[in-house]
């Protein structure tokens, strides 16, 4: 029934949100994208104030807590319930920031490891799943040996999250790294962590890569990557690729308004959780502070 | 317009990258006929797989065809999709083993999975073969 009533929700605001959505979901930087002016019309029933307080770039920090689009999915009250559960989990530990093309350290309980921890060192390849079944995979070349691990991020076994050297790649997923040479994909494991000032923005490297030569796991000509260099193929792969292309789909407006959460749902989503949030970063930060001394170690 | 409805046809799958019958895999301990086989560029093939579904996973006992030989052997690394919290590789790694679960090579230079320590202790009987002397030349867990 509640379900039901959503869908005729949706069904009915179907269009007006839509222009604004789209904006939303393109890949520009989280900066341009501005809050909207008319707040006056549907200001009556919410305060407006409270509302400039969550930052824009919310969506992109904590994409988890927004649900699957996919309208048979839906389901409001587990979606309240799980992010109840989420922030709940976030007071207990420490899940920062992070983007794929991170590098990042996860520490974890393991029952098979002699010493019941374990941990891994790797550049984040992929961020996929929302609510608690939201997971990203790490990548790393230990002993000239590929290795992925995949972690869910509200794992109740996982100690600390840690982020190495926070940047972004010019991709959404770096699955590409799996046929490209082992250096573009190899991390020391004993990686310091690199430090950005307060307030600066994400960086973004653009490190183009070089694959191996074919065969491939994608037909990556197809996928329209920017992070790829020269594939160097023969003609009739890119032929093939442009017959293939559907350039007409980033008009399709239905099409991105199924594909993502309309920025009225987002913004109460994230209203609701916003202040909890808050004040869990605010926690962190002092902590942070307070760890910042380094006893002095003797040099020899 | 007819080149948009023949675009898709036909339904493709990904692959699933399974170890079944006739797998190429890669040998990763330093047993000679492993060693040989894999500097000759014939990497060994599965014959047979140990469980019920004939697919390997982690920890599954397989036979190979290695140099004209049958040999005995353990997966220790898969390249298909793993769970979360157990890692996957980008080869399919395994280490020759014989009857008695005693492996031919004295080392291992690659990553093996943590799991596989838990995996091979459930497999190991009093008096059947001893897979657990495999994680004593392990030299890095993952």
Same mark, same amino acid.
């Not at chain 1, 770096?174 to 020391?188: C, G, K, V």
């Not at chain 2, 093939?45 to 004209?68: E, L």
């Not at chain 2, 990553?111 to 320590?117: A, D, K, N, S």
């Given at each position: 029934?509640?379900?039901?009533?959503?869908?005729?929700?949706?069904?009915?605001?179907?269009?007006?949100?839509?222009?604004?959505? =789209?904006?939303?979901?393109?890949? =520009?930087?989280?900066?341009?994208?501005?809050?909207?002016?008319?707040?006056?019309?549907?200001?009556?029933?919410?305060?407006?104030?409270?509302?400039?307080?969550?930052?824009?770039?919310?969506?992109?920090?904590?994409?988890?807590?927004?649900?699957?689009? +996919?309208?048979?999915?839906?389901?409001?009250?587990?979606?309240?319930?799980?992010?109840?559960?989420?922030?709940?989990?976030?007071?207990?530990?420490?899940?920062?920031?992070?983007? @794929?093309?991170?590098?990042?350290?996860? =520490?974890?309980?393991?029952?098979?490891?002699?010493?019941?921890?374990?941990?891994?060192?790797?550049?984040?390849?992929?961020?996929?799943?929302?609510?608690?079944?939201?997971?990203?995979?790490?990548?790393?070349?230990?002993?000239?040996?590929?290795?992925?691990?995949?972690?869910?991020?509200?794992?109740?076994?996982?100690?600390?999250?840690?982020?190495?050297?926070?940047?972004?790649?010019?991709?959404?997923?770096?699955?590409?790294?799996?046929?490209?040479?082992?250096?573009?994909?190899?991390?020391?494991?004993?990686?310091?962590?690199?430090?950005?000032?307060?307030?600066?923005?994400?960086?973004?490297?653009?490190?183009? @890569?070089?694959?191996?030569?074919?065969?491939?796991?994608?037909?990556?000509?197809?996928?329209?990557? +920017?992070?790829?260099?020269?594939?160097?193929?023969?003609?009739?792969?890119?032929?093939?690729?442009?017959?293939?292309?559907?350039?007409?789909?980033?008009?399709?407006?239905?099409?991105?308004?199924?594909?993502?959460?309309?920025?009225?749902?987002?913004?109460?989503?994230?209203?609701?959780?916003?202040?909890?949030?808050?004040?869990?970063?605010?926690?962190?930060?002092?902590?942070?502070? +307070?760890?910042?001394?380094?006893?002095?170690? +003797?040099? @020899? | 317009?007819? !080149?948009?409805?023949?675009?898709?046809?036909?339904?493709?799958?990904?692959?699933?990258?399974?170890?079944?019958? #006739?797998?190429?895999?890669?040998?990763?301990?330093?047993?000679?006929?492993?060693?040989?086989?894999?500097?000759?560029?014939?990497?060994?093939?599965?014959?047979?797989?140990?469980?019920?579904?004939?697919?390997? !996973?982690?920890?599954?006992?397989?036979?190979?065809?290695?140099?004209?030989?049958?040999?005995?052997?353990?997966?220790?690394?898969?390249?298909?999709?793993?769970?979360?919290?157990?890692?996957?590789?980008?080869?399919?790694?395994?280490?020759?083993?014989?009857?008695?679960?005693?492996? #031919?090579?004295?080392?291992?230079?690659?990553?093996?999975?943590?799991? #596989?320590? !838990?995996?091979?202790?459930?497999?190991?009987?009093?008096?059947?073969?001893?897979?657990?002397?495999?994680?004593?030349?392990?030299?890095?867990?993952?």
């Amino acid at each position: 029934m509640l379900l039901k009533t959503l869908n005729f929700h949706r069904f009915k605001c179907g269009f007006a949100p839509v222009l604004r959505a =789209s904006r939303l979901f393109s890949n =520009s930087p989280p900066s341009d994208v501005q809050q909207p002016s008319d707040e006056s019309i549907s200001g009556k029933q919410v305060k407006p104030e409270r509302k400039s307080v969550v930052p824009s770039n919310s969506r992109f920090i904590y994409p988890e807590f927004l649900p699957d689009p +996919k309208i048979e999915w839906r389901n409001s009250l587990r979606e309240k319930l799980e992010r109840m559960d989420m922030i709940q989990r976030r007071k207990h530990i420490d899940i920062p920031e992070f983007y @794929v093309g991170s590098i990042m350290a996860v =520490s974890s309980s393991n029952q098979h490891a002699p010493n019941k921890a374990t941990r891994f060192v790797g550049i984040c390849i992929q961020r996929l799943g929302c609510g608690l079944r939201a997971n990203f995979t790490l990548r790393n070349v230990i002993k000239h040996v590929g290795t992925e691990m995949k972690y869910q991020l509200y794992d109740p076994t996982i100690q600390k999250i840690e982020v190495l050297r926070l940047e972004k790649r010019l991709d959404d997923e770096l699955l590409y790294l799996r046929d490209a040479p082992n250096e573009y994909s190899t991390f020391d494991e004993n990686m310091e962590v690199e430090y950005l000032p307060e307030g600066a923005p994400v960086p973004v490297n653009p490190e183009m @890569v070089k694959l191996k030569p074919r065969p491939w796991r994608a037909r990556w000509e197809r996928k329209n990557m +920017k992070g790829l260099a020269d594939l160097g193929l023969e003609d009739r792969f890119y032929e093939r690729a442009e017959e293939l292309a559907t350039p007409w789909e980033k008009y399709d407006l239905m099409k991105q308004y199924r594909k993502t959460i309309p920025e009225e749902e987002q913004k109460e989503i994230f209203a609701e959780v916003y202040s909890e949030l808050h004040e869990v970063e605010v926690m962190r930060k002092k902590l942070k502070r +307070k760890k910042v001394f380094i006893k002095p170690t +003797k040099n @020899v | 317009m007819s !080149t948009i409805f023949a675009a898709r046809q036909f339904s493709t799958s990904a692959v699933s990258n399974h170890i079944m019958k #006739l797998t190429r895999l890669r040998v990763v301990d330093n047993s000679t006929i492993g060693k040989q086989a894999m500097a000759e560029g014939k990497p060994p093939r599965c014959i047979h797989v140990y469980n019920k579904k004939g697919i390997g !996973t982690i920890g599954d006992k397989i036979m190979v065809a290695i140099k004209g030989e049958k040999v005995k052997a353990i997966i220790v690394g898969c390249v298909k999709e793993q769970k979360p919290n157990i890692p996957r590789f980008d080869s399919n790694n395994i280490v020759l083993i014989d009857d008695n679960g005693t492996p #031919l090579g004295t080392r291992i230079n690659v990553p093996i999975p943590i799991v #596989l320590r !838990t995996i091979l202790k459930e497999k190991t009987f009093s008096k059947g073969a001893d897979y657990t002397k495999l994680l004593a030349i392990a030299s890095n867990y993952v």
